[in-house]
């Protein structure tokens, strides 16, 4: 057990919908990463926040947005949902934003668009 | 533009061998590299990483890799393979002064009794 929780672990929505995915990080952790999944595009970091700021985004879409709260869980909104949404969604945490430390790593959202 | 590649969509290899996993990167300057396993229906866990220092790096369940600058390589390897070895193996590498970590496409291990 790495110590990250997301729930849900498994959701299934229609096209056009939007969902919320939340990540509570390993304890002491600042660091939040969001992760999508999908067979075709592999493993794809979408954003980073550190102690309640973003810092650092990847191949995230607009109708995808997150934000970290004070009490540095962190949540993923996913909005208009399309059949190609549908993937695994991470989320993974350290300690700190610098670069030389590690991830834990979530057991991850099945995110299933229909 | 920066890449990681695992050239291998899949290593197979009997229980007792010696197994290496590939991973070449394309990243300007020292960067940070890393190895995690993934299980079926398990997020992903942290092997071994090199930062600096000595070019053999010793990580979890008996696992190492060996950077090369000069082939910007970090291959994942280990002298005598388990049946519970089977999994899914990525190589990330993370750009100095960045945060952003890119993975690479992953390598299928199968172990085979």
């Known amino acids: 057990d790495s110590g990250v929780t997301q729930t849900p672990k498994h959701l299934i929505t229609a096209t056009g919908q939007r969902v919320t995915l939340r990540c509570s990080p390993r304890?002491?952790?600042?660091?939040v990463y969001w992760y999508q999944q999908s067979l075709d595009q592999g493993l794809q970091f979408l954003i980073q926040y550190y102690n309640g700021e973003e810092r650092a985004k990847g191949n995230i879409l607009e109708r995808f947005s997150a934000q970290q709260f004070p009490d540095l869980h962190s949540e993923l909104n996913l909005s208009s949902l399309e059949l190609g949404d549908s993937a695994l969604y991470f989320c993974?945490?350290?300690?700190?934003?610098?670069?030389?430390?590690?991830?834990?790593f979530g057991q991850g959202t099945r995110l299933t668009v229909v | 533009a920066q890449s990681v590649a695992q050239p291998e969509d899949q290593v197979n290899v009997a229980e007792g061998n010696p197994l290496t996993v590939k991973c070449t990167y394309s990243?300007?300057?020292?960067?940070?590299l890393f190895w995690y396993v993934q299980y079926p229906n398990r997020g992903l866990q942290f092997l071994l990483k090199?930062?600096?220092?000595?070019?053999l790096v010793k990580g979890s369940y008996g696992f190492e890799a060996e950077f090369n600058k000069s082939q910007t390589s970090f291959h994942l390897k280990k002298p005598s393979a388990l049946v519970s070895d089977s999994a899914l193996y990525f190589c990330?590498?993370?750009?100095?002064?960045?945060?952003?970590?890119?993975f690479g496409a992953g390598t299928r291990l199968f172990v085979k009794a």
């Open positions: 993974a945490s350290s300690p700190y934003q610098g670069m030389n430390t590690e991830a834990f």
């Open positions: 304890s002491g952790d600042l660091s």
């Open positions: 090199y930062i600096t220092g000595d070019n």
């Open positions: 990243v300007s300057g020292n960067p940070y």
């Open positions: 990330a590498v993370r750009p100095p002064g960045g945060f952003k970590t890119i």
